[in-house]
């Protein structure tokens, strides 16, 4: 298991180094006159030279890139050519906002669609096919639509939740509760449904199976054989969904942050990528990165622990 | 059938616990600081930073809170005493002599004084930043004693008075600006408040104490929030739940959201201007921009009445001038100059040997050029023969494409219509950025002597006549004044800044 996870660790240090490389130049395409996007179109262009050769970006691409990776290395990603504001301290203020709500997102969908997916797999009947339509109307419906109108009943007008904004979990923690539960539900319903329809389906696969019937033959109660035998097997293929649900819920989380007014790093990317401040954005991706890297990493070493037969691969 | 309904309430229980949670503990929501004495305020524009030399005048409220001006803007547009108690300008407007306020001192007891008035207004014009170019004008800053500076001027300039309520006016504390970047993040002025370190992300929440020992008067609230959104759905939620206490709506859809709640208290004002700036009427890119007739024709070619009710809800009020209703060079009747007559722009378009039509290429930035707006110019401009192709811009290359490739013949764009006539004129008619070019003509080379070198009020008649000429010659193509809505939740009554879309925030009071 070491030797595994050695071996990962690995092949994402390379795989993070070839993804800032390729970051890097994709950024430095865009002929983008960074200094005369802080100036503004006033300024004259010996004011705009004179900034871009403080920020470095006189010289060759390769040059700045390797000056980025050598203080990148060592946990310095710079300041932010626009704001003035440190990066790690910008990203650091608003990463536990969208960490809130892929977690949350995360137990949230684990929970139900594995109840909903056990339930519907093993009863099946009206059960299943309430499970089915709301799998395809949940994952049929716009992201943003169902974030809206969630905002509106249960925020404009019940006014159980705050509509906007977020209290951070160490100022209160029935704050943070109330900020995120919106958000999360937003986000969940998309995800439960794909994930509960995948569960749904192995779970069914391996009901049919020889050995559930020979359980059955040999009297264990129903709920011994489902949580001991049935969803052991059944859940490695869910697993792997979830932690798919997981990676792509950054692009979902932009959305849900930006009409619930949250600061964190969904909204942040929208607004700095089109400022093309790279020193924030690499930032950002180095993030991101190494969170794809470690959810893939959690997930197969879940996988293994569930399934043994998974290890050998 | 046991087990599952077993099931189905553990389910149940588990989506409403949080609910439950969540409902006991709204009071401490989302913005713990609601009560009487605090002010929360959302806004879409993300300051630079708050070093005074970047300061821009949508940003200003940010600057205003730290940072005193030399001269406070009133809300109505007029000038009264602030860091500076008097000024006078010489007669042909080359000369403002300042008297200073006494005894004011930064916050680490720094005295402010004619020197340091000197030092910000250097710094400020060599600092590069967007404003810097407002101090262009200022040949000395002389130091004549503590509490007395005179300002010598290259060229007459009637707009100082403005400048120096706006970004160029900012005083900083001087012993910062040994501090490399320090300003930039740890603001330091003599204003009425002062940025609070702990409550401040940078990029999403500043927030503002009263600072200990101001030397003006008190503003009504002990802290003001400044919240960045950057889409007014979530501003316009905000305001409904009492979250967000005022703000400034621009699009026409959120407005009405806006309106429909009753709780919700909205103040109309006119402010930008949106229309096509054209820079290139010496037909550098599309030479057949060089004939009057041509831009008289695109001006006669554009249905503004239906872009207004299509586009903005008919939230706004049509136009063919550049000046806004408050300056001396408006006359009401050029707001219609142009009448919508397609067959006329044909004619004229025959006249000026085009009769064939020709190719105008525009760069499109989104957040401006609606879908429904860009359709619609397209069509318009298509039906006289005029082929109007969009080059999408982002806000990456845009300013690049636009003001340094200088690849296009104009640029649709919402303008301020400031109050000052002269920054208007700076701003449109001089060479400078919107007249990248540097086109000038006849009659404007003629008025232009004549308006500089006076106040506005005395030169109304140039500058009507200047004015008249802009748009008889057209150079310019406004569509029309948008309504901005300023709102709030019913806590505070808003007043508006003349010649600013954001109010100043020395414009917000509790409602009563």
Not at chain 1, 297 to 304: Q, Y
Not at chain 2, 222 to 246: H, S
Not at chain 2, 442 to 461: F, M
Request: overall charge neutral.
């Amino acid at each position: 298991m070491l030797s595994f996870i050695a071996r990962r660790t690995a092949a994402g240090a390379a795989l993070l180094f070839v993804i800032s490389f390729l970051s890097y130049m994709l950024l430095s395409i865009p002929d983008m006159d960074v200094g005369r996007q802080l100036l503004g179109q006033g300024a004259s262009q010996d004011l705009v030279d004179a900034r871009n050769a403080a920020l470095g970006l006189d010289r060759p691409v390769l040059a700045q890139y390797l000056d980025w990776l050598a203080h990148a290395v060592r946990g310095d990603f710079g300041t932010s050519w626009f704001s003035g504001e440190d990066v790690t301290r910008a990203i650091a203020n608003r990463l536990p906002v969208t960490v809130s709500l892929m977690v949350g997102v995360t137990l949230v969908t684990a929970v139900l669609s594995f109840l909903l997916g056990v339930w519907a797999g093993v009863r099946r009947g009206a059960i299943d096919r309430f499970v089915q339509v709301f799998a395809v109307v949940g994952y049929a419906l716009p992201g943003f639509l169902v974030t809206l109108v969630i905002v509106l009943v249960f925020a404009v007008h019940l006014r159980w939740f705050p509509a906007i904004g977020y209290v951070g979990l160490t100022e209160s923690f029935g704050g943070w509760l109330s900020t995120v539960t919106l958000p999360i539900a937003a986000l969940s319903v998309g995800s439960v449904a794909g994930v509960s329809q995948q569960v749904r389906g192995s779970v069914i696969d391996v009901m049919r199976q020889d050995y559930v019937r020979t359980l059955r033959a040999r009297g264990l109660p129903p709920w011994r054989i489902v949580f001991r035998h049935v969803l052991r097997n059944a859940s490695a293929p869910a697993l792997a969904v979830l932690g798919m649900q997981f990676v792509g819920m950054l692009g979902g989380a932009v959305l849900v942050e930006q009409i619930f007014g949250l600061p964190g790093i969904g909204s942040m990317t929208v607004n700095y990528t089109t400022r093309g401040d790279i020193p924030v954005i690499m930032a950002l991706v180095m993030f991101s990165v190494v969170g794809v890297i470690m959810i893939n990493l959690v997930v197969d070493i879940l996988i293994g622990w569930l399934n043994p037969k998974a290890r050998i691969a | 059938m046991k087990k599952s309904a077993r099931v189905a309430i553990a389910a149940l229980a588990f989506l409403a616990a949080p609910m439950a949670l969540a409902g006991c503990s709204d009071a401490g929501g989302a913005t713990p600081e609601s009560g009487p004495k605090a002010l929360s305020v959302a806004t879409m524009t993300l300051p630079q930073s708050l070093d005074p030399k970047d300061a821009t005048g949508s940003a200003l409220p940010f600057f205003q809170a730290v940072y005193d001006t030399l001269i406070k803007r009133e809300p109505d547009g007029s000038y009264s005493p602030m860091l500076a108690t008097e000024w006078k300008y010489n007669d042909d407007l080359t000369e403002l002599a300042l008297t200073l306020r006494g005894g004011v001192k930064f916050d680490d007891g720094t005295p402010f004084d004619a020197e340091a008035v000197k030092a910000n207004m250097e710094r400020f014009r060599k600092g590069g930043g967007a404003q810097a170019k407002t101090l262009n004008d200022v040949k000395t800053i002389k130091v004549v004693d503590a509490t007395h500076v005179t300002l010598e001027l290259a060229k007459p300039n009637p707009a100082m008075l403005f400048y120096l309520s706006d970004a160029a006016g900012l005083m900083a504390n001087p012993a910062d600006f040994a501090k490399g970047d320090a300003l930039k993040t740890k603001p330091s002025g003599t204003g009425p408040y002062d940025l609070d370190q702990n409550l401040t992300f940078v990029g999403t929440r500043w927030t503002f104490t009263r600072a200990p020992g101001y030397w003006g008067t008190r503003l009504p609230y002990d802290t003001i929030t400044i919240n960045f959104f950057d889409n007014e759905t979530a501003i316009v939620n905000g305001i409904k739940t009492g979250q967000v206490n005022a703000a400034l709506i621009q699009d026409a859809d959120q407005q009405i959201s806006a309106e429909g709640d009753p709780k919700v208290k909205t103040v109309k004002q006119e402010f930008d201007f949106q229309g096509l700036v054209l820079f290139d009427r010496g037909g550098m890119v599309t030479p057949e921009m060089r004939d009057p007739r041509v831009r008289q024709a695109l001006n006669y070619a554009i249905d503004r009445k239906t872009m207004l009710e299509k586009i903005r809800q008919s939230r706004g009020e049509l136009t063919n001038q550049v000046f806004g209703e408050s300056t001396a060079a408006y006359k009401p009747e050029l707001d219609t100059y142009y009448s919508y007559d397609p067959a006329k722009a044909r004619e004229l378009l025959k006249e000026a040997g085009h009769a064939g039509g020709f190719t105008l290429k525009l760069p499109r930035i989104a957040a401006i050029v609606s879908d429904a707006l860009a359709a619609s110019l397209q069509s318009d401009l298509g039906a006289v023969g005029v082929k109007l192709v969009w080059e999408d811009v982002d806000a990456g290359s845009a300013i690049k494409r636009i003001f340094t490739d200088r690849a296009f013949s104009g640029l649709v764009m919402n303008i301020g219509q400031s109050s000052t006539d002269w920054v208007v004129v700076g701003e449109l008619v001089l060479p400078g950025a919107f007249n990248m070019f540097g086109y000038t003509d006849d009659t404007v080379k003629e008025l232009l002597p004549k308006i500089q070198g006076r106040d506005a009020e005395d030169a109304k008649a140039e500058l009507q006549a200047l004015n008249e000429h802009l748009v008889e010659d057209g150079w310019f193509v406004p569509f029309y004044r948008m309504t901005y809505l300023h709102v709030s939740d019913g806590s505070v009554t808003i007043t508006p800044q003349d010649g600013m879309a954001v109010p100043s925030i020395y414009n917000y009071a509790p409602a009563e």
